[in-house]
């Protein structure tokens, strides 16, 4: 168990620009959330996938941010023209969901947009 | 619509004194409840859960939280408080009505003092 790994550790970009990060979840884990927490809040569902299907989104979410896990191993989560709004701390966690539910985080990727 | 509230936005106690860490719920279906903590520059880690069964379950580090489902609680306690329990704890939940995220509340920042 090498724990869920998650890179970058931090993203600095200009507003406008688009960024991608990636979650490298625990090898026998077939489910994989996305979370955002900004500074003094709990994390935020984003999405969740359950191998590579895309089964929950959350209605909150821009259209600008959309995520993908090709084979059912890593994910990326993209955020296209990035604003001011989107800086927060990107949280992966995975699970292997009943009967454990377990979620287990990585240590997220800051992103900073300027 | 899953919802978790953490009334307290911060819990002192002394050292040696018990401490609770307060947790209410809503959700569809039955509740799977969790405990996470977050300690500085490090990532979630999960303390303790319920699921079914006993009402009273113990985690990690000595804690342990009692589910009482008409007052929709799961309250964090644990019996003596050291200064290095002092960190930000979040109180999560999943129902079982549908949906597949785990709803995490604003957190409670856990403060012992010497």
């Known amino acids: 168990d090498t724990g869920v790994s998650q890179n970058p550790r931090h993203k600095i970009t200009k507003r406008g620009q688009n960024v991608t990060f990636r979650c490298d979840p625990i090898?026998?884990?077939?489910?994989l959330y996305w979370y955002r927490q900004t500074l003094g809040q709990g994390p935020e569902f984003l999405t969740y996938?359950?191998?590579?299907?895309?089964?929950?989104k959350s209605r909150l979410l821009s259209d600008r941010f959309s995520a993908e896990r090709p084979k059912g191993s890593f994910s990326t989560l993209e955020i296209q023209r990035t604003e001011q709004g989107d800086s927060a701390m990107y949280l992966c966690?995975?699970?292997?969901?009943?009967?454990?539910?377990?979620?287990?985080f990585g240590s997220g990727t800051q992103l900073s947009v300027l | 619509a899953q919802s978790v509230a953490q009334p307290e936005d911060q819990v002192n106690v002394a050292e040696g004194n018990p401490l609770t860490v307060k947790c209410t719920y809503s959700?569809?279906?039955?509740?799977?409840l969790f405990w996470y903590v977050q300690y500085p520059n490090r990532g979630l880690q999960f303390l303790l859960k319920?699921?079914?069964?006993?009402?009273l379950v113990k985690g990690s580090y000595g804690f342990e939280a009692e589910f009482n489902k008409s007052q929709t609680s799961f309250h964090l306690k644990k019996p003596s408080a050291l200064v290095s329990d002092s960190a930000l704890y979040f109180c999560?939940?999943?129902?079982?009505?549908?949906?597949?995220?785990?709803?995490f509340g604003a957190g409670t920042r856990l403060f012992v003092k010497a």
């Open positions: 966690a995975s699970s292997t969901g009943p009967p454990n539910e377990k979620l287990f």
């Open positions: 090898s026998e884990h077939n489910r």
């Open positions: 996938f359950q191998n590579e299907a895309q089964l929950e």
């Open positions: 959700v569809s279906g039955n509740p799977y």
């Open positions: 319920y699921i079914t069964g006993d009402n």
């Open positions: 999560a939940v999943r129902g079982t009505g549908g949906g597949f995220k785990t709803i």
